[in-house]
């Protein structure tokens, strides 16, 4: 019974979340608006383990402003995995990232984080249901600029995974991949809310290793929302 309310009230808080990001998703600037664009998201994420305790998480990212155009962030973030056993475990990594703007005249920035993260797993029925807590110390310098700022961030991310094509998801399986996830600043400098994501995919699990999903995504600001493409590859070795 309680297993059933959670499952049920995990469903609902991503669902409201989807249907609000929706209904925000309209564009109402000009045309030449970064907001109007049908931006893309190309990721790699791996997570190879070492050893019983240990893995590696290595990830590439690459957004565009446009479909296929107009480079928009390049994120590197690699980490080191210890697992409490097998289900949750701690992180602690790096990021790179770097920024282009919308148009040439604008700014873009380079950004070096280091971040520790706690990742929970807590299926119910068929539902995979990850919780992501992860902190961030961010350095952030704009094009140009002298100075170098510093500001800290939570986010808070709950995935559900839920297989369409058989009872658990394993090689050859098509799955519904479904998230939100909320950022807060907490450098007391900022405005406490700074965006939220949320994110709806069809996946198909290749291999026990290896998947992709294809996916949208809404990344909703206080004052506007990007709609992305999702493409992403998974591939997850186990190099013991």
């Given amino acids: 019974m309680g297993s059933a309310r959670a499952a049920s009230a995990a469903a609902a808080y991503l669902c409201s979340a989807l249907l609000l990001s929706a209904l925000s998703a309209t564009p109402l600037g000009a045309q030449d608006d970064p907001s109007d664009q049908l931006g893309t998201w190309f990721q790699y994420f791996g997570d190879n383990r070492i050893s019983d305790r240990f893995s590696i998480h290595t990830e590439v990212e690459y957004w565009t402003w446009e479909t296929v155009s107009n480079p928009h962030v390049l994120i590197l973030r690699p980490a080191v ?24 005249e604008g700014i873009g920035t380079k950004q070096n984080h280091f971040f520790q993260q706690l990742i929970l797993r807590s299926p119910v029925w068929r539902v995979r249901l990850y919780h992501r807590y992860r902190f961030e110390e961010r350095w952030i310098r704009f094009d140009e600029a002298e100075e170098t700022d510093f500001s800290t961030r939570l ?54 290793n290896m998947c992709f999903h294809t996916g949208f995504l809404w990344q909703i600001f206080q004052d506007r929302t990007f709609r992305r493409l999702q493409f992403a590859f998974f591939f997850n070795p186990d190099l013991r």
């Fill in 81 to 104: 995995n210890f697992h409490l056993n097998d289900g949750p475990f701690f992180s602690l990594g790096y990021t790179y990232v770097k920024s282009w703007p919308f148009e040439e």
């Fill in 155 to 208: 986010r808070y991310m709950l995935l559900m995974q839920f297989p369409l094509t058989r009872k658990a998801i394993e090689p050859n399986t098509l799955f519904l991949a479904s998230y939100n996830e909320l950022f807060i600043n907490t450098g007391g400098r900022e405005r406490a809310f700074d965006q939220n994501r949320v994110y709806v995919a069809l996946a198909y699990q290749i291999t026990r």
